[in-house]
């Protein structure tokens, strides 16, 4: 099982920015699968899930900024960030089942 995250980078606050991560080697379309973070100094932190049918569910922090999405047929997930803050720079990296992405570091400045 291989994910394969990108699309991170550097941007302003109120800025957006995508991250996308592709799965192989897993039934992609059967399973939930989701976002997590980690900022500096802090333990990693679930972000958003969605479901195989297709229901997300997302962190109180970035509720209404952040829209989670997969395309089943590329076996891919991703990640839309808009009004992005300066908290919310970390890694992040995707998980399906026990597998998790090598992460991808987004970084929002003042």
């Known amino acids: 099982v291989q994910l394969q995250a990108s699309g991170g980078g550097s941007v302003q606050a109120g800025e957006s920015l995508r991250v996308s991560c592709k799965a192989s080697g897993i039934n992609f379309r059967l399973l939930d699968v989701g976002w997590y973070r980690q900022g500096p100094g802090n333990q990693r932190e679930w972000v958003a899930t969605?479901?195989?049918?297709?229901?997300?569910t997302y962190a109180d922090s970035v509720k209404g900024r952040f829209t989670i999405a997969r395309d089943n047929a590329r076996r891919t997930m991703y990640l839309q960030m808009n009004s992005l803050k300066p908290e919310d720079t970390a890694v992040y990296y995707c998980?399906?089942?026990?597998?998790w992405g090598q992460g991808t570091l987004v970084t929002v400045s003042s």
């Open positions: 969605i479901a195989s049918g297709g229901t997300t």
């Open positions: 998980k399906v089942r026990e597998y």
